[in-house]
């Protein structure tokens, strides 16, 4: 996901993206760093030792776009709308939530831990409880931009 206030970044794909004349700034070494790295290799990526500083990056127009995940862009737009709003280019890059549990550890109790979780992303617990989670940053389902879903 990106947080951008640029209007030239709405509504584009990846593919559009990935072009020398748009500007991003990730922290370096994270996840968005290897989303810039596979979706955006064509684009101008600014890398910094910090979240914070590709914030500031983008804030004072040194970049067109933050890349970051969609919740954590939710948090950052709500305390500093200054950067912009979440867009979510095509197509929309998820991966699931997972836990640990040793390979080799009880079969049932995995079984067990599979089924919970399923059961309750099937009927909505997932999306309350991050919803839930969301609500001190002041940030609501109505917050979610077009494009995003809870897979569930």
């Known amino acids: 996901m990106l947080v951008s206030a640029k209007p030239e970044i709405t509504g584009k794909s990846w593919n559009e993206l990935n072009d020398p004349k748009y500007t991003f700034a990730v922290d370096m070494g994270s996840s968005q760093d290897l989303i810039t790295q596979q979706y955006l290799p064509k684009a101008n ?3 910094f030792k910090t979240r914070d500083e590709a914030i500031v990056a983008v804030t004072t127009g040194k970049a067109h776009a933050l890349v970051n995940t969609m919740l954590n862009g939710l948090v950052i737009a709500k305390r500093a709308p200054a950067i912009g709003a979440v867009k ?6 998820s991966t699931p939530s997972v836990i640990a549990v ?3 550890g ?3 109790f995995k079984s067990f831990v599979s089924a ?3 059961y309750n992303r099937r009927i909505g617990n ?3 409880w991050i919803l839930d989670s969301l ?3 002041g940030i609501e389902l109505t917050d979610m931009p077009p494009g995003f879903g809870f897979g569930g």
């Not at 979510?88 to 890059?93: D, F």
């Open 45 to 47: 990526v600014l890398r």
């Open 88 to 93: 979510v280019p095509t197509p929309v890059l």
């Open 102 to 104: 040793n390979y080799k």
């Open 106 to 108: 009880d079969e049932v």
């Open 116 to 118: 919970w979780a399923e």
């Open 126 to 128: 997932n999306q309350t």
């Open 135 to 137: 609500k001190p940053f």
